[in-house]
């Protein structure tokens, strides 16, 4: 006979696989790999938003938008080649590069590349993108600016092969 415990485990368990939220396998390109590079905080899991990138990248969000702070803080690392897709922040964006070598565009000007310590401000509306270098991985922290007012972000079209080289 089955406990109490085992029929209520079985029955939330066919209710949210009914309701189609049984946990998702992970994707193909959803692999962990754990970064050889230092890094204070938390490497995190498969970023949520791989859709938006091209390579692996993981995710730690340590400050989300809530009514006190809402000030949104993700650390986000990147496995060798992995970029964001071209994108822009309404209430911009600042990076804090942790560790490793980063190649980082606004459109129509040179790329750029960022090492550890150093910081990139992006105004409200600059379409840029960012990820590691070809051969290196890379962290830095997100932060992402007058999220109160206007913390949407609109993703364009994926970094390309030519520009990204």
């Known amino acids: 006979m089955l406990s109490k415990k085992a029929i ?3 029955a939330a368990a066919a209710f ?3 309701a189609g939220m049984s946990p998702k396998p992970k994707q193909e390109n959803q ?5 050889p590079i230092d890094t204070i905080f938390t490497q995190g899991e498969p970023n949520p938003y791989g859709k938006f990138f091209t390579g692996q990248t993981y995710l730690t969000m340590l400050s989300g938008k809530d009514d ?3 000030a949104p803080i993700g650390n986000v690392t990147f496995e060798p080649g992995a970029r964001t897709h071209w994108h822009k922040h309404d209430g911009g964006q600042i990076l804090l590069v942790l560790n490793g070598e980063d190649r980082y565009q606004e459109k129509g000007k040179e790329i750029q590349v960022l ?5 990139v401000r992006i105004a409200p509306g600059v379409v840029h993108w960012h990820g590691a270098a070809p051969e290196s991985w890379f962290v830095h ?6 999220a109160h ?4 972000t609109d993703w364009l079209d994926a970094v390309t092969d030519e520009e990204y080289k």
């Open 31 to 35: 692999t962990m790999k754990t970064a």
């Open 16 to 18: 949210l696989f009914a």
């Open 141 to 146: 922290l997100s932060l992402e600016t007058n």
């Open 68 to 70: 006190v702070f809402n």
């Open 149 to 152: 007012q206007n913390g949407k």
């Open 8 to 10: 209520i485990f079985g």
């Open 115 to 119: 090492q550890k310590g150093d910081v």
